[in-house]
């Protein structure tokens, strides 16, 4: 009782997590990348996408950061991430659901207020059924493949859907939209096939609005664009567009505290497997973060973090709560206990990363894990 008492009394947040990392989250760098690809897309408007925790970066956050900037239309991918969302924001937004309408789900939507994406002429169904038996006019998106194979309603059950439609009382369908599979690369012929298939669709919809690009198809002009934007990682400051200038602004940085510090001669063995031997004296610091908060075991003897600008390359595996660098290029007594180490930040973008070890900048944001203490700017 009375130990346990003490240690309550004694607990300090900033001791207890200041060994590990910090997670910054500049939300007003957020802010300024909503108005520019608010800007971007205008006179069509900017939603935003904020599935898997607005990208790990938090959603409630996030959205409600974005919600001041007078977004007013937020894509999750389920149905209980729509309605954690709905909880946390004003009622003058509209939430949809991206991954569709699930069987069973469909008073649990209609009560939480949340709007399905429907992805085949099945849902359509069903969701208007639901509709019927509640005597409510029920809300709703639908989707189309254009040519991903993924998610949307496909050729074939087009011209069904538009007969059903005619006849429907009970559904009101606020936008058709598609979803680009190339957009990140503007030179992709597939980009204009799309367009090219969303425009005969609309068509075939007339008199309902398009919601098209995403962020890279923010960037591929006014022709996609369309009423309603979805852009995700832009916003959280990856780059829309592959290999060219990234117009965003970085939200993320990520900090590690040092643990331990060591000099090691010549011929010493580093990290699990041994995978890495000295070659010279080398000093070496262990930081408090591994592959359980995100980092890839694959940045294992390739990756780095930095100093004040000097790059301070992985050596031997990224281990599951830990990393150790070689910090011998910088002057001696730099670096100790609690020192904290860049990530991700001015010298690092989660490109580098992403690029270190052959993935996407989304899939190193959402993999950044629980433990950091988080900071919202
Ligand atoms: C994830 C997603 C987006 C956002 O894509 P970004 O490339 O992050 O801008 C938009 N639309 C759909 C259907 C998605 O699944």
Known sequence: MDSHALHIQSWDADAATGASGHLTIDLAALQRNYRKLSAAVAPAMAAAVVKADAYGLGAEQVSKALHAQGCRHFFVAQLLEAIELKLRLPNDTQIFVLNGLQPGGEVTCADAGVIPVLNSLEQFRRWSSAGQKLG????????????????????????????????????????????????????????????????????????????FANSGGVFLGGDYHGVLARPGIALYGGAPTAGTHNPMEPVVRLEVAVIQTRTVPAGTRVGYGGTHVTSVETRLATIAAGYADGLPRSLSDRGAVFYDGVRLPIVGRVSMDSITVDITALPEGTLSLGSLVEVLGPHQTLEDVAEAVGTISYEILTSLGRRYERRYR
Do not use: Y
């Open 136 to 211: 409510r006019v029920l809300p709703a998106v639908l989707q189309f493949d254009t040519g991903m194979s993924r998610l949307g309603i496909p050729l074939h059950e087009r011209s069904t859907l538009a007969a059903d439609l005619k006849g429907c009382g009970n559904l009101e369908i606020l936008f058709i939209m598609s979803h680009l599979a190339c957009a990140d690369e503007a030179d992709n012929k597939q980009n204009a096939d799309q367009l090219a298939e969303m425009r005969v669709i609309a068509a075939e919809f007339a008199g309902l609005d398009v919601c």
